[in-house]
C-alpha cells in the first residue's frame, strides 16, 4: 500500500442507524470531516419544522455539527423538483448548511412512489430535480451534492446520471458502487466510481464495501478518488475513520481495535438512546450494532452469541463488560446503573 497524505471522510446516511446520538459517538475522535441525515422524505407539500428537527435535531443545538463540530448535512428525498427546492429553503432557514438529495434509497415502498434510485433510469429527471434545489438554494449561499447508485438495474446510465447531477449544480457527488438492483451484493464495482470521476470537474466521493484499511487503500486506487463515505464499515469499527486518518498523516497501522473501545461505544450509546426510548427498542439497537461488529471481531462475534437472547437492558450492558484482565478503566455495567 502506498501511502496517501490527505483525504476526506463522510459518514454515510442510514435510516433507522445513523440519528443524531450514533452521528455524535461515532464522530467523537474528529477523524470524520462531515456526516449525513437519514433521508428526510419529501411528496408534494412544504414539511413542518419539526420533520427537519426530528431528523436533525442538531439544527437547533448546534448550529448544524456534531458536538465536535462536525458538519451535518441535511438529506432529501423526493421526486418532485417544486416540493424539493420548498423544503430545501425551508431546511436553510432552520438552519441547514448543506442539502444531500438522495438518488440511491433502493427501498421498494420509496422506489413504487418514485423516489430514490427509481429517478436513475431516467437521467433527465435527476438532472431536473438537482437543478430545481441548486438554484433555490444558489441566493441563500448553500450547497446542494447528490448521492447516486451505479443505475437501477444495469450500469448503462452511470455516467449520465452523474453528468446530468454535475450540470443540475450538484456542489460534490457521492457515489455508492452498485445498482439498485446488485442491492448490497459485493462486490462494490470501484473501478465504475473511476470512471465517472474521470468524465466529471466536481468532487466525486467513493462510497460501498470499505471496511478495512486495505478496503480504503483500494477503493481510492480503483476510482482516483481523493475522498470516500464510510456506512456499515464504521458500525462495524468504530475506530475506521480515525484508523484510515492515522495512516494518512504517519503511515503506521493502528493496532486492531479493542474489546473496550467496542463496548464503551455501546454503552455510551446504550445510556443516551434510553433517555428517549423504550428498554426494549434500546435492546434492539444495540444487538443490531453488534451484530455489524461481529463479522470483523472475534470477540465481538463471542458475545453476541450470548448477548442475542437478553431482553433486560442491564443484563445486556453487563454482558459488554471487558473481562478481568482487560482494560479495568472500563466498567460498562457500572456506567449504566449509576444512570438508571
Ligand atoms: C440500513 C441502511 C440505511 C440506509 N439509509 C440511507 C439513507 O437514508 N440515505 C442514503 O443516501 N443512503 C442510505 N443507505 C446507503 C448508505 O448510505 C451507503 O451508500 C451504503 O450502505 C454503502 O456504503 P457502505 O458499504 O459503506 O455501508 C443506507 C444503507 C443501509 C445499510
Not at 197 to 213: F, H, K, Q, S, Y
Not at 235 to 252: C, M, S, V, Y
Not at 263 to 283: D, F, G, I, S, W
Request: with cysteine; aromatic share 6%; glycine share 6%.
Amino acid at each position: 500500500m502506498t501511502r496517501v497524505a490527505s483525504g476526506r471522510i463522510g459518514l454515510a446516511p442510514m435510516e433507522g442507524v445513523i440519528d443524531v446520538i450514533t452521528r455524535d459517538l461515532l464522530s467523537a475522535d474528529g477523524a470524520l470531516d462531515w456526516t449525513v441525515t437519514e433521508f428526510v422524505r419529501v411528496v408534494d407539500t412544504r414539511l413542518p419544522a419539526r420533520v427537519f428537527l426530528r431528523h436533525c435535531p442538531e439544527l437547533e443545538h448546534t448550529a448544524c455539527a456534531t458536538s465536535n463540530g462536525t458538519p451535518v448535512h441535511l438529506q432529501l428525498l423526493g421526486s418532485d423538483p417544486d416540493a424539493l427546492a420548498a423544503n430545501a429553503v425551508h431546511a436553510q432557514a432552520l438552519g441547514a448548511r448543506q442539502v444531500d438529495l438522495n438518488f440511491g434509497c433502493p427501498a421498494k415502498t420509496v422506489n413504487r412512489h418514485d423516489g430514490g434510485a427509481s429517478l436513475l433510469r431516467d437521467p433527465e429527471r435527476v438532472h431536473t430535480v438537482v437543478r430545481a434545489v441548486a438554484e433555490a438554494l444558489a441566493p441563500l449561499g448553500i450547497a446542494v451534492t447528490a448521492k447516486i447508485r451505479l443505475g437501477f438495474d444495469d450500469k448503462q446510465v452511470a455516467l449520465a446520471c452523474a453528468e446530468a447531477a454535475e450540470a443540475g449544480g450538484a456542489a460534490h457527488l457521492v457515489v455508492h458502487a452498485r445498482t439498485r438492483r446488485e442491492g448490497y451484493r459485493p462486490p462494490a464495482h470501484w473501478e465504475w466510481i473511476g470512471r465517472i470521476r474521470a468524465r466529471m470537474t466536481i468532487p466525486v466521493i467513493a462510497n460501498g464495501d470499505i471496511w478495512t484499511l486495505e478496503d480504503y487503500w483500494k477503493a481510492r486506487t480503483l476510482s482516483g478518488c481523493t475522498d470516500v463515505m464510510l456506512g456499515r464499515g464504521m458500525l462495524a469499527d468504530p475506530w475506521l475513520a480515525r484508523r484510515i486518518k492515522h495512516w494518512q498523516r504517519t503511515g503506521e497501522h493502528l493496532p486492531e481495535t479493542p474489546w473496550t473501545a467496542r463496548a464503551e461505544v455501546l454503552t455510551a450509546y446504550a445510556q443516551r438512546m434510553r433517555m428517549h426510548l423504550p428498554e426494549k427498542v434500546v435492546v434492539s439497537l444495540l444487538k443490531q450494532w453488534l451484530n455489524q461488529m461481529r463479522g470483523r471481531d472475534a470477540e465481538a462475534a463471542s458475545r453476541f452469541t450470548v448477548l442475542r437472547r437478553r431482553t433486560e437492558l442491564s443484563a445486556f450492558v453487563d454482558g459488554l463488560a471487558p473481562a478481568k484482565h482487560d482494560d479495568a478503566s472500563l466498567r460498562p455495567d457500572v456506567a449504566l446503573r449509576a444512570m438508571s
